[in-house]
Nanobody, 117 residues
Framework: QVHLVESGGGLVQPGGSLRLSCTAS????????MGWYRQNPGKQREMVAV???????NYGVFVKGRFTISRDNAANTVYLQMNDLQPEDTAVYYC???????????WGQGTQVTVSS
């Protein structure tokens, strides 16, 4: 069972920045991808950014160059640097990881990001 521990959420003013981090532990297999998704009540969870172990990266269309995902493969840790945050970025942000071989995926408990003046 893979355990994900997230940190870095909080309250920030519009135009501000936050950095999320997530560390995976307990996997019997190597980590294939790590990434971030977000969700608001009553809405579907949407991809924010995902990075594979080979370095391939995908971002949600709403990111528009404001967010940067990075990974420390040796530490099984993924970071999300979020700049120029706007009220519409308010959501619970969830860390996700997919492991090699079985391709099972796992979710963190979520961290709240609130952008408000």
């Amino acid at each position: 069972q893979v355990h994900l521990v997230e940190s870095g959420g909080g309250l920030v003013q519009p135009g501000g920045s936050l950095r999320l981090s997530c560390t995976a532990s307990g996997s019997s297999f190597s980590i294939y991808s790590m990434g971030w998704y977000r969700q608001n009540p009553g809405k579907q969870r949407e991809m924010v950014a995902v990075k594979t172990s080979s370095g391939s990266t995908n971002y949600g269309v709403f990111v528009k160059g404001r967010f940067t995902i990075s990974r420390d493969n040796a530490a099984n840790t993924v970071y999300l640097q979020m700049n120029d945050l706007q009220p519409e970025d308010t959501a619970v942000y969830y860390c996700n990881t997919e492991v090699d071989v079985t391709h099972d995926d796992y979710w963190g408990q979520g961290t709240q990001v609130t952008v408000s003046s």
